[in-house]
């Protein structure tokens, strides 16, 4: 007997409804089971209910817009938020991050870009990242299976994007990491030379750690190249 493939529920939050059915025909034969919503209100009870595997959320939305939904709803819901605006500002892009959003995208839509981004969020919950074993480096202890961080036995808490970069550093500590390996990992696709999604990440990720950005002795800029996790500290 043929075993039927995994459907991935997404929800998908935006109120331009041509574009929203475009995207769920898009994504429908490519194993996503798509529902829309168009009222950043209604989202986040259906976010919190549904508890979907993915949501897709437009920034600019009827009732609260897609900043306000992430940052009320990422207390409750794991799931991968990969967020859209139609400005392709760098704040907008800060200010998702620190909502909780996973991922950000401008519009217009690339249909092929967002399913290889949702496809690499989803991948991170495999069984194989639930099996590993920590990771210690130094007095930091990252935790793949319980999706934990701690520093010197003290909680750490961080969204899921910044758990994931830190994740992916952790398994190459002492190895410095291309903005091409990274972006490669964390959204699926080659670096464009453009994106400044990771460096933010490792701003926002080094504040979490409490690392100086002055002076970073646990995520170690190489110049030109990338960054590096220290085994120092």
Known sequence: MT?????HRLLLVEDDAP?????????TPHGFQVGI?????????????????AVVLDVNLPGRDGFSVCQLVRATYRGPIIMLTARGEEIDEVLGLEAGADDYMSKPVRPRVLLARLRSHLRRSSPADQESKPITVGSLVVDAARRSVEIDGTAVDLTTAE??????????????????DIHQEIHGMKY????????????????RLGDDPTNPQRIKSVR??????SLEP
């Open 19 to 27: 574009l929203a059915s475009m995207v769920a025909d898009f994504l």
């Open 224 to 229: 030109g190249v990338g960054y590096m996790l």
């Open 192 to 207: 464009d030379g453009l994106d400044r999604s990771i460096d933010l990440r490792v701003s926002r990720l080094r504040k």
């Open 3 to 7: 075993q039927e493939p995994e459907l």
């Open 37 to 53: 919503e168009g009222n950043g209100d209604t989202a986040v009870d259906r976010i919190t209910e549904e508890n979907p595997d």
């Open 163 to 180: 758990f994931d970069l830190l994740n992916l550093l952790a398994k190459h500590a002492g190895t410095t990491l291309s903005r091409n």
